[in-house]
């Protein structure tokens, strides 16, 4: 079965639902998260008495102008862009013990 004849399909079953209307009224209300001072700056306790964390990263773009291409270099011997792109995200959890203080600390990263 093709994905446009699942998709309709899905949509014509789901038509046969009742519809409820949403009362933002009985949403729970979400707490902002407590700041870790003597953590360092950035780090945030999202669960009360849970551990600290500090979420960070970058991304990075880069574009230039097209160059000419080399002979050979491409199938049609059309003119290239330089584009690319890197980026990292960074995790780093901290919380007290009764063994004293437990760090976790992951980075993840990308280019091009």
């Known amino acids: ?3 446009t004849s699942m998709i309709l399909a899905a949509a014509a079953l789901c038509s046969g639902l009742p519809a409820r209307a949403l009362d933002v009224r009985d949403l ?4 902002a998260p407590e700041a870790c001072p003597h953590e360092g700056p950035g ?5 009360p008495g849970g551990p600290c964390m500090r979420i960070s990263g970058r991304v990075r ?4 102008t097209p160059v000419p291409a080399r002979p050979g270099a491409g199938l049609d011997g059309a003119a290239r862009g330089v584009v690319s792109g890197s980026g990292r995200v960074a995790v780093d959890t901290r919380t007290q013990t009764e063994y004293g203080p437990a ?3 992951i980075r993840l ?3 091009h």
Request: aromatic share 10%; proline share 5%.
């Open 103 to 105: 760090r976790a600390y």
């Open 61 to 64: 773009a880069e574009a230039g």
């Open 109 to 111: 990263g990308t280019s």
């Open 43 to 47: 780090f945030t306790r999202v669960v």
């Open 1 to 3: 079965m093709r994905t």
């Open 28 to 31: 729970p209300i979400a707490k």
